[in-house]
Structure formats: structure tokens, C-alpha cells
């Protein structure tokens, strides 16, 4: 299975609009990072994971021309404005609908949203003969999207939630402040844990912060751990030189094998 971290960066990206890059280092291209997002291929099966504002660009990079299923991790706007794009990719997939994992939230969010990709009155002239449809998530629940297991998890984002995902060994946690003690069993065992990075220090209540991932990393010790949704206080160089051994910065275009 890859994984490859299609964005590493926090809502608003680095350099954020108006070409603000805040202590992050210009020149080390690790430092430029877009909207939060990963795909997962195991050969078979092949699983996009949030779909920001970056999106075309980021499956552009890689070549991407097609997925067989979306799941998203909550409604914000870095995760789900990607959307915009749906009625083209369903006009290019021959007819093949395309499942989208959601919880309740996110599903009425996107709907509110982009209302006319789903009006089932004009939703096809939208969208080719290929439809798109929801799958809706309850977690904790294991299911099984095409060759992928994956049990989901909640997480706390302040006042909303997020959900997390493991499949077989690696586990992402994306946008996460907190995690209620049912969800904890899931972040044991890990080769790779990716997961929420978004300052250098405590000043995103949603979100956590450099001290508090590595925390969560010596509590939960996977082998290795990935810090993601890195904002500008995030230089890539001199933070990482703060992180003990098995605590990295992830980076857009990072690949994790399994
Ligand atoms: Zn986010
Ligand atoms: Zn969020």
C-alpha cells in the first residue's frame, strides 16, 4: 500500500494568499505546502482522502486521473471545497458512480453547498451519466471501501468533530484538538500515524500544536509519526530539528509504503 501526502499544509496553505510565508524559510521548497489532503493505493483499490481547494493541482502533480471513491473527514473548507470540480470528473468516468464517504454533517454541508450536483431534476447535465452517492459513516464502524479495511474514528475539532481512519497500519488524523478515550484503541499498534500539526504553539484551539503531537506520539508510539496541516509558524528546518527520533514534518509529495 502508498500513501502519498498529497498536502501537508493547513487551511490556508503556505505561503498563505497575499504571499505570506511567516517564519517559514522561502527557500526550502519542504515549506510550501498546499491544502490538507492524502491518497491511498494499494494496487487495487484506490481512496482519495478530503478534497481541498488545491485539489486539481495536487492530482495534477501526481498523475492522478482517477479514484474510486472520496472520503472526507469533515465539512471545513480546506477539506471539502474541492468539490467544484465533481461534475468534471463525473463527465471522464465512463459512467462509473462514484461512492463519497461522509458523516451526516459534512453530507448536509456539501449539499447546502453545491445543491445542484445532487438536484436529481438537473443533476445530470452536470454530471455525464456517472453519479455520485453518499455513503454515509458512523463511527466507530469498520467497513470496506473496494480492498481497503478501514475502521474510522472520531476526533475532537473544537466544536465540531472529524474522522479519523486507519487502514491496517498507518492511521490519519487530520484537524484534531482531542481524542475521546473509544477512539484511542485505534492509535495503538501503528507503523505510520499521520496527524494534526497546526502551530508551534497553542494558539489554534481546534487544532494541535508542536508539544501536544509529540505527546500524543510517545503516548500512542507508532514506529513512525508524520506531522501534518502545518501553518507558517511551521518552518520546516528549525522545527524539525525539535522533534525526537520518530517524529518528522510531513511534506507535499511525501510517500509512505507499507
Ligand atoms: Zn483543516
Ligand atoms: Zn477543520
Not at 92 to 118: C, Q, S
Not at 154 to 172: P, T
Not at 246 to 256: K, R, S, W
Amino acid at each position: 500500500m502508498k500513501i502519498t501526502i498529497l498536502g501537508s499544509g493547513s487551511a490556508y496553505g503556505v505561503p498563505f494568499a497575499g504571499g505570506g510565508w511567516g517564519a517559514c524559510d522561502p527557500k526550502q521548497p519542504r515549506n510550501r505546502r498546499t491544502t490538507p489532503s492524502i491518497f491511498i493505493d494499494d494496487g487495487k483499490t484506490t481512496l482519495l482522502v478530503d478534497m481541498g481547494p488545491d485539489f486539481k493541482e495536487q492530482i495534477a502533480r501526481h498523475n492522478i486521473s482517477k479514484f474510486d471513491a472520496i472520503f472526507f473527514t469533515h465539512p471545513h473548507a480546506d477539506h471539502i471545497a474541492g468539490m467544484f470540480h465533481l461534475p468534471i470528473l463525473m463527465y471522464h468516468r465512463n459512467g462509473v458512480n462514484l461512492p463519497m464517504y461522509v458523516d451526516r454533517a459534512t453530507r448536509r454541508d456539501i449539499e447546502k453547498v453545491w445543491w445542484y450536483m445532487f438536484d436529481p431534476s438537473i443533476a445530470l447535465e452536470y454530471t455525464g451519466t456517472a453519479r455520485p452517492f453518499w455513503r454515509e459513516m458512523l463511527p466507530p464502524e469498520k467497513m470496506q471501501i473496494g480492498t481497503l479495511d478501514i475502521q474510522t474514528f472520531w476526533q475532537q475539532h473544537g466544536r465540531i468533530k472529524s474522522v479519523g481512519l486507519r487502514v491496517g497500519n498507518f492511521a490519519y488524523s487530520t484537524d484534531v484538538n482531542d481524542f475521546p478515550p473509544e477512539s484511542e484503541e485505534h492509535l495503538y499498534g501503528l507503523d505510520y500515524w499521520v496527524v494534526d500539526c497546526n502551530c508551534l504553539t497553542n494558539t489554534d484551539k481546534s487544532h494541535s500544536y508542536v508539544e501536544k503531537s509529540v505527546a500524543w506520539a510517545q503516548k500512542f508510539k507508532p514506529k513512525k509519526t508524520y506531522l501534518t496541516h502545518l501553518d507558517y509558524t511551521i518552518d520546516y528546518d528549525s522545527v524539525s530539528k525539535m522533534l525526537p527520533a520518530g517524529v518528522e514534518l510531513a511534506y507535499d509529495g511525501l510517500t509512505i509504503e507499507l
